[in-house]
């Protein structure tokens, strides 16, 4: 079984850029989609971008063109590229993946704490 576990979590301005990693126990080749997800406080978890192994990738709507999700076969490691962090992003984002569409979501991080000030 594939563990994954994130990192580049923190605190940071609004404004202000984080990148978050997802780096896989193994390969991460057989996984369709990686994804990651976000909870705030109070707050149900919500999808925020995932990515195809052919590199297809998917966003919503609050963090289009501020985000961008990659993955690295090679490595075995998926990215959150976080640009122009709001208040609004605060929250514990968690890596996640499926093997295929039609299966749930199987695969699960511990999550990592990301805070923007204002």
């Known amino acids: 079984q594939v563990q994954l576990a994130e990192s580049g979590g923190g605190l940071v301005q609004a404004g202000g850029s984080l990148r978050l990693s997802c780096a896989a126990s193994?390969?991460?080749?057989?996984?369709?989609?990686m994804g990651w997800y976000r909870q705030a406080p109070g707050k149900q978890r919500e999808l925020v971008a995932t990515i195809t192994r052919d590199g297809r990738t998917v966003y919503t709507d609050p963090v289009k063109g501020r985000f961008t999700i990659s993955r690295d076969n090679a490595k075995n490691t998926v990215y959150l590229q976080m640009n122009s962090l709001e208040p609004e992003d605060t929250a514990v984002y968690y890596c996640?993946?499926?093997?295929?569409?039609?299966?749930?979501?199987?695969?699960w991080g511990q999550g990592t704490q990301v805070t923007v000030s204002s």
């Open positions: 193994g390969s991460i080749i057989g996984i369709n989609t």
């Open positions: 996640a993946g499926r093997r295929a569409p039609i299966l749930p979501w199987s695969y």
